[in-house]
């Protein structure tokens, strides 16, 4: 058959058959490799990225501020530093909520006010008193 067609429609057809050929064995199923933010667990290091919302709208990010705001969470000890000096330390202990849509629990600390606590989309949401209160975002140091 291919013999019947003329010199270009066989280059045409030999060229679609290649890139045909070249996308199906060039696909995967596993997609693009992207590592896990691990939203599982609290217990990591983790950088402030903003504070946003509550009455009056709030916006505070590290550049409009100069804070450079980190948590340092162990299994049994949450340290806050602020431009790299301690301002909190406290034991606590973190209860997960199976029931939420994302991870998240509560969070209970010896001696302060212990924040709500989610991880939703890779980033962790601590927002301290009511649903009108700003809500303080973090992600993983890496």
């Not at 980190?70 to 431009?83: A, G, M, P, Q, V």
Request: aromatic residues 14%; glycine residues 8%.
């Amino acid at each position: 058959m291919l013999a019947a067609l003329n010199i270009t429609n066989r280059k045409t057809i030999l060229f679609t058959f290649s890139i045909c050929s070249l996308a199906f064995f060039s696909c995967s199923d596993t997609g693009p490799q992207v590592a896990p933010c691990n939203e599982s667990t609290i217990i990591d290091e983790w950088i402030w990225v903003k504070s946003e919302g509550g009455v009056g709208g709030l916006y505070l990010t590290p550049e409009n501020t100069g804070w450079n705001i980190r948590l340092e969470i162990s299994d049994s000890i949450w340290r806050e530093f602020k431009n790299d000096t301690l301002t909190f330390e406290s034991k606590y202990s973190f209860t997960p909520d199976t029931n939420g849509l994302f991870y998240g629990g509560d969070l209970d600390f010896e001696d302060r006010l212990a924040p709500n606590v989610e991880i939703i989309h890779c980033l962790l949401n601590l927002q301290y008193g009511f649903e009108d209160t700003p809500i303080n975002y973090y992600q993983r140091q890496e």
